[in-house]
């Protein structure tokens, strides 16, 4: 059942079995310390979805097993994640035909339960029967609820921007919270650092595992179109994971040849935490980390991305461009969607404001990430 051939270091490139990753308490490259990527044996997987019934089922999470690394189909951890909307609203965008990809349907409100129902169904195959992560507060949320699903024990480091909605929701699935004197990077320090000292843990976050179960996102902007392209994909970009997975998504699917394009990926960023935009800007290798980032997006405000070069990769490779957006465009953006009908928080408007921003026209596809119940800041 897994198609995963093996793991890939994002910048020295360095190769490893999927075996070794899997013995790794931080799945990270042991040679530079950089993010990996998953790669397949897409022959096989060719083989699985150039059927009919494939290209007609209704879009939904698992529809996409072929493309995640999951050895027991029986023993997956499913809330019925994924098959999120795409909604038009053509009063909402003039300049082209906007699509707005309502992840807020999700169990927990967020995209983030893409990635927890993998990690999670990884976390069970491994034999854990804890699992730890560092949050901003969606991703906490959503691990949460999946590992109280799955019976597992949840501990989430929390640092000192969450909001208090989510930490209440987070606090609702049972899970243990540990507050962090310090921005999300402290935090994930302090999460990796628990599991390396706990075994019996396993981690959560921007890792291989929860890359791989985002790219489902893509996936099914695709197929709602009916495999058919669009012009441009406009994603927030946080730790970069969502970003590069959907850059994957559709790369993959130009591998297996059911496309034969990727679109623009667009990035965007808050001004105050822009280290993804600024290195694209200035054509970096490296990603220049912004420290203690303040900014109404918290859910983006992750200062030293882990997947950093991932999303400059996804950016670059698909000619796309990184757009900076002030926290005054963001609420804005918040408060248009709002009154169309199309309610998120700051973070989830963000990608649409970079669409008013570069007055993007053709297809466009915008990510809303997370609800607007979530973060009810400014409304009055
Ligand atoms: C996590 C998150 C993002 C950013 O995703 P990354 O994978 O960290 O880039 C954007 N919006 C919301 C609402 C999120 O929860």
Known sequence: MVYVTSFRCFRCSRQYKPEEIEKLPIPRCSNCGSA????Y????????????DFMRDKPAHWKYWAFMPVKDLSKIITMGEGGTPLLENIRLWKKGRLLI????????????????????????????????????GNMGASVAAYAAYAGLECTVFIPDIVGKEKLTQIKAYGAKTI???????????EAENFVVSNPDSFLTGDYPWRSEGTKTLGFEIADQLYWRIPDHVV????????IWSVFE??????LVGITDRIPR?????????????????NELGEIIPVKDPQTVATAIACGDPIDGL???????????????VSDKEAMSARDMLASNGIFVEPSGAVAYAGIIKKKLAGTVVAVATGHGLKDMIGIK
């Open 235 to 242: 994603v927030p970009v946080g730790n970069g994971t969502l």
């Open 101 to 136: 990809k309502y992840e807020a349907s999700n169990p927990t409100g967020s995209f983030k339960d893409r990635g927890s129902s993998l990690e999670i169904t990884k976390a069970l195959e491994f034999g854990k029967r804890k699992v730890a992560l560092a949050s901003t």
């Open 36 to 39: 990996l990527d998953a790669e």
């Open 41 to 52: 044996d897409y022959s096989s997987i060719r083989k699985i979805i150039l059927r009919d």
């Open 249 to 254: 998504a559709f790369r993959e699917l130009v």
């Open 310 to 324: 991932a999303a400059l990769r996804a950016i670059r490779e698909s000619g796309g461009e990184a757009v900076r």
């Open 179 to 189: 507050m962090v004197d310090g921005d999300y990077s402290v935090a994930m320090t």
């Open 265 to 281: 990926i667009i990035g965007v960023q808050v001004e105050n935490c822009d280290p993804v935009v600024h290195a694209w800007e």
